[in-house]
């Protein structure tokens, strides 16, 4: 042990079992900390000799250490906008679920405040496409102005009161890149799909009365969600740069307790302000210890729920067309993606040329071989260096199994929904049955020897990013529901070490924190998790009801769960 090593330690661990994610020592009795940082992984002999009279030592009591999980695909300012200030519905929720919670959200809110809201799942917004449904939903707003967003994040429903506020009627033409939904006499009914839903977005915003303290506290609290459940970094998969200076501000006052990698986008995504080369060439400035936007973020396609991913094969008809009426995408329909292959080129070109890294949204077979072939030619051009994500390969053509890992791509697994679940029954719907039984192929992935990162896609398809969830059912294919029963392509489902991995070391390799973060070795960041359990000693379908007693961040504990009042106990002494 070196002189510097055997200075006493701020922090001790013991207790417990401690799963470091080092190869060079996969498990320890204990770990020390110094200055934020890890000093000492070893047996309970190594760490007492870096226990003095000043260190804080915790009595772990059983259970398990892991390094601080990793969440690579996030929505960290949206995300903690709908927990402070929004009104949550279940994906679970039909039509007369909405309208009750819009009616009690509306009763405590005043007469100009706005209800807003999400996620509605794509079958039941659809289905909100009429005047009946529009005059539901004024009735339930008690004339308060009224946006719900979709599961897409692309589209919003609003009310009459929303309408005239952005002020769309049925003279309104169709905006660029979006469109109203219309009855038979071309007055909008509510649904704003695409573009519009910006402008829904903004409006709603300039009703707040101090935006930035606003969203201060929108980071503070998704920040704060994630730390509860053992989160300790994520990416933000679509951050524009009002979000990196909130991040930044935190980081600076020393009030962020994450790592947070931000991916810029390319093009407009939700909320106003400079996109492609003008956010991008923004990313030094905005660049703080623990916030690195180091990606752009391009989206090449939408969803399978509304037929908007590119698929090799076409879709089945559409089962929720309106009867009689012709399929609004005759068969054989394949979707249509959102990028050329000279327009990704170009992407991927003024991301790589100023040393920014790549994250793809493609969440059908077509665009993820559109994606695998324009990673192919930058290989050539940039070598091995930058970094690729495939985000949301829920179909990947067996052909291109292989091609991750020959090409180094990522494979951005993200949301958690390799398990049977209300998006999947509709998914199935959609899509030919050979697609099904290959859906999520993460073990044909990982055997290929692809890196493979968990991601939560928080809150677009999870009420919380809930990784003990992610990690159970990677292995299960199943839903801990039992009204969802059955599993979802079982032969796709990987080991627990290998999930494990997923969430932690594999997602800090992805975003580039690899250095920094996601093992438990001397000289990386001090951040990590006493769980109440050890994980490889519980029953696989149990891994979902983990409760986190603490988090630490950087050598500080930002979340205790061992007491209501939050401060340390359970065995934390000062010895």
Known sequence: MSTEDSQPADLVVRGSAVYTLDPARPWAEALAVRDGKVVVVGDEAEVAAVTGARTRVVQAEGGMVLPGLIDVHSHVGFGGQAAAWEL???????????????????????????????????????AMGTPEMLAAL???????????????????????????????????????????????????????????????????????????????????????????????????????????????????????????????????????????????????????????????????????????????????????????????????????????????????????????????????????????????????RYGAGPVFHIAHPEFVHPD?????????????????????????????QQVQDHYMERIWPLRELHDAGSLVAAGSDWPVAMPVPNPWLSIETMVTRRNPDPSFPGSLAADQALDLDTAIRAHTVNAARAMGLGQ?????????????VVLDRNLFETPIERIHATQVRQTWFAGRLVHDGTTAEG??????TAN
């Open 400 to 428: 291109d199994v292989a091609r991750f890992a020959e090409l180094g791509v990522v494979a951005d697994a993200s949301p958690v929904l390799w398990f049977p679940n209300p998006m999947s029954g509709v998914i199935a």
């Open 138 to 380: 004024d009735e339930a707003s008690q004339g308060r102005p009224v946006m719900l967003r979709d599961d897409s994040l692309h589209n919003r429903w609003v009310n009459s009161r929303a309408l005239r506020i952005l002020g769309i009627d049925a003279a309104s033409k169709d905006p660029a890149g979006g469109s109203y939904v219309r009855d038979t006499a071309s007055r909008p009914v509510g649904l704003l799909l695409g573009q519009p839903s910006t402008d829904a977005e903004l409006a709603a915003r300039r009703s707040f009365g101090d935006p930035r303290e606003r969203d201060l506290r929108s980071a503070r609290t998704a920040v704060s969600i994630f730390n509860s459940m053992g989160v300790t970094a994520t990416q933000d998969a679509a951050t524009m740069g009002a979000w990196l200076d909130v991040f930044t501000e935190l980081d600076r006052a020393g009030e962020l307790n994450a790592w947070i990698v931000g991916s810029m986008p390319a093009r407009e995504f939700i909320e106003s302000g400079p996109v492609g080369t003008d956010l991008f060439d923004t990313a030094p400035a905005r660049r703080s210890t623990h916030v690195r936007p180091d990606f752009v973020k391009g989206i090449l396609d939408g969803v399978p729920m509304t037929r908007t991913s590119k698929f090799l094969d076409p879709y089945k008809p559409d089962p929720f067309a309106s009867a009689g009426a012709p399929d609004a995408h005759a068969c054989p329909f394949h979707g249509e993606g959102l990028f050329s292959d000279e327009e990704l080129h170009q992407l991927l070109e003024d991301a790589l040329s100023r040393g920014l890294h790549v994250k793809l949204h493609a969440t059908a077979d077509g665009t993820v071989r559109q994606s695998l072939d324009a990673v192919a030619v930058m290989r050539e």
């Open 88 to 126: 949550g519905l279940s994906p679970a929720f039909g039509v007369a679920e909405i309208l009750d919670a819009v009616r009690q959200r509306a009763g405590e809110l005043g007469p100009d405040e706005w209800v807003i809201g999400g996620l509605v799942i794509s079958p039941v917004f659809h």
């Open 516 to 528: 920094w973060t996601g093992r438990l070795t001397p000289g990386l960041s001090a951040d990590f």
């Open 567 to 572: 401060t340390a106990a359970d065995g934390t």
